[in-house]
C-alpha cells in the first residue's frame, strides 16, 4: 500500500486569485526519503502545508495508507504523520528535553504526564540528533540553527509513519546539514519511515538518494530517482541555461557557471 497518494490537487489562496497548485498528483511509497524541489513561489511549501492538513484545496485528496486525510481526526493525524515548518521558533521559555518531550504527547491521554518511557523515547532521540548536552537549556538561549535541530528532534519523538519537514536545513550551518540529512536519511531506512521534505538544494536530494518532484508554478514538472533528475539537462527547464555539473569546476555538485559579465 502506498504511505500517501495525492490526486488532482489544486489550491489557490482566494477567489480570482491565481492557482498555486495545478492538478498535483502523486505517490509516495512507505521508507521513502522524497525531495520536492523548486524556486521560490513555486509551491513547495503549499504543497506541504496540504499534505499536513494545514491547508484544504480546492479540489482533489490527499489520503494516508488508503484513508482520506479529511476524515481523520486530529488525534489520528498525530499518529500518522509529524510536521516541521520552516524556521520553527518554538516556545523560548521551555528546556530543550522539555520541548522533545511535547513530541510524545500522542501516546498520552488528556492531563496525562510524560512517564519514564516518554522520557526514554525524548532522551533516545536527542543522544541520536547530538543535542543532549543542550537538554537543560531554554530554547531562547539556542542559535537558530539549534532550535531548528530541537523542533526535528521532537517531531521524531513523535514516532509517526510519515515525517514531513519545510526546508529543514534552511537554517542550518553545513556541518548540521549533514547531521541532519544523515539522519533523516537513517530514520527511512532503519525505521521504515517515509520523508517529505521541500528543499531549494538540488544537492541534498542526492545526498540523500530521495526520490525528487520538480515544482514549476504549481504543477509537477519531472520526478523520478535524483541520480536521474538531478542532472543540467533535467533542471535547466527551472534553474536555466548556467546549470552544471560540479565536475566542470574544481569541485563535485549541481552549481552554476560563473557569471562573465
Same mark, same amino acid.
Given at each position: 500500500m502506498k504511505a ?5 490537487i489544486?489550491?489557490s489562496y482566494?477567489k480570482?486569485? +491565481?492557482?498555486?497548485?495545478s ?7 512507505e521508507?521513502?526519503?522524497?525531495a520536492?524541489?523548486?524556486?521560490? %513561489?513555486?509551491?513547495?511549501t503549499?504543497?506541504?502545508k496540504?499534505?499536513?492538513g ?8 490527499? *489520503? ?5 486525510l479529511?476524515?481523520?481526526?486530529y ?10 515548518q520552516?524556521?520553527?521558533? +518554538?516556545?523560548?521559555d ?12 500522542n501516546r ?6 510524560p512517564?519514564?518511557?516518554e522520557i526514554?523515547?525524548a ?8 543535542i543532549?548536552h ?5 530554547l531562547?538561549?539556542?542559535s %537558530? ?6 523542533s526535528?528532534? *521532537?517531531?521524531?519523538a513523535?514516532?509517526?509513519?510519515v515525517?514531513?519537514?519545510?526546508e529543514?536545513? *534552511?537554517a ?8 541532519v ?12 519511515k ?5 528543499t531549494?538544494? +538540488?544537492?541534498h536530494a ?10 514549476k ?6 520526478s ?6 538531478i542532472v543540467p539537462d533535467r ?6 541555461d548556467r546549470i552544471?555539473?560540479?565536475s566542470?569546476?574544481?569541485y ?7 557569471r562573465t559579465t
Open positions: 500517501i497518494e495525492l490526486h488532482d489544486r489550491f482566494g480570482n486569485k +491565481p492557482m498555486v497548485l492538478g498535483i498528483g502523486m505517490e509516495y511509497d521508507g521513502t526519503v522524497n520536492l524541489i523548486g524556486l521560490n %513561489g513555486c509551491g513547495k503549499t504543497l506541504i496540504i499534505l499536513a494545514l491547508g484544504k484545496p480546492n479540489c482533489g485528496t490527499v *489520503s494516508y495508507y488508503g484513508k482520506d479529511n476524515n481523520l481526526s488525534d489520528d493525524r498525530s499518529k500518522m504523520f509529524s510536521y516541521v520552516q524556521n520553527n521558533n +518554538p516556545l523560548s521551555y528546556k530543550v528535553r522539555e520541548y522533545i518531550l511535547f513530541g510524545t504527547a498520552l491521554d488528556v492531563f496525562e504526564n512517564g519514564k518511557e526514554d523515547i532522551e533516545r532521540q536527542m543522544e541520536r540528533f547530538g543532549d543542550l537538554r537543560d537549556i531554554r531562547g538561549e539556542l %537558530g540553527g539549534e532550535r531548528q535541530i530541537v526535528i528532534c *521532537s517531531s521524531m513523535q514516532d509517526t509513519k515525517v514531513i519537514l519545510d529543514p536545513c *534552511s542550518l550551518d553545513i556541518v548540521n546539514q549533514d547531521k540529512l544523515s539522519i533523516l536519511r537513517s530514520i527511512a531506512e532503519e525505521d521504515g517515509t520523508i517529505i521534505l521541500s531549494h538544494n +538540488p544537492n542526492l545526498y540523500l538518494d530521495s526520490n525528487v518532484y520538480l515544482l508554478d504549481g504543477k509537477i514538472i519531472d523520478g530517482c535524483s541520480r536521474d533528475v533542471l535547466r527547464t527551472i534553474y536555466g552544471c555539473y560540479s566542470d569546476l574544481p563535485r555538485e549541481i552549481s552554476f557557471y560563473k
